[in-house]
């Protein structure tokens, strides 16, 4: 088995970033955290923000930039960053955010996490005229804590939807 390599995605990987998104957020979310998201809502997120259609169109979004860490031709995890999206009163599109992060079950504790955050911080750093922001839900203390590690402080708070569902989130920023 080789070393897992960190790469810019491509429009190929979109169906496996899909699938890989999709599950990431069951396996983290529902199954993991237990949030009791109603079927039909959870449904309709996964669909919208998971499609290979959505996953492709997110890919060539202007000023944005996508990561995977792969190993043996199999993505085990992906980072997404890009011009602000995050509803605080000193956040500018112009600034840049981190936003997703997903390590497969099956990868957690290989460090391609932080690899990922290092390439994506990296990113974002060169790619803003201001702090760099992180959403992050609230429950998610791990999460919280790495990047708390990164130099970032919570700023914020707002509710990001899951179909008519919305989870409690925190919003970050380092700068």
């Given at each position: 088995m080789n070393e897992a390599v960190i790469r810019p995605a491509v429009d190929a990987d979109a169906p496996a970033l899909g699938e890989l998104g999709r599950q990431t957020f069951i396996d983290t979310f529902v199954a993991g955290f237990g949030i009791p998201y109603p079927a039909d809502d959870l449904t309709t997120f996964l669909d919208a923000s998971f499609s290979p259609e959505t996953i492709r169109t997110k890919l060539?979004?202007?000023?944005?930039?996508?990561?995977?860490?792969?190993?043996?031709g199999r993505l085990?995890?992906?980072?997404?960053?890009?011009?602000?999206?995050?509803?605080?009163?000193?956040?500018?599109?112009?600034?840049?955010?981190?936003?997703?992060?997903?390590?497969?079950?099956?990868?957690?504790?290989?460090?391609?996490?932080t690899r990922l955050l290092e390439t994506a911080l990296a990113w974002m750093e060169a790619h803003t005229d201001g702090p760099l922001w992180i959403g992050v839900w609230s429950g998610n203390l791990k999460a919280q804590k790495?990047?708390?590690?990164?130099?970032?402080?919570?700023?914020?708070?707002?509710?990001?939807?899951?179909?008519?569902?919305?989870?409690?989130?925190?919003?970050?920023?380092?700068?």
């Open positions: 060539k979004e202007p000023g944005a930039a996508w990561w995977v860490a792969e190993q043996d085990l995890a992906f980072a997404n960053a890009g011009p602000n999206t995050l509803p605080h009163p000193e956040a500018r599109a112009s600034h840049a955010e981190l936003r997703r992060l997903y390590v497969s079950k099956a990868a957690q504790g290989l460090g391609l996490g790495l990047y708390a590690a990164y130099g970032f402080e919570k700023a914020g708070e707002y509710q990001y939807p899951v179909g008519r569902w919305l989870d409690d989130e925190f919003i970050l920023r380092r700068g």
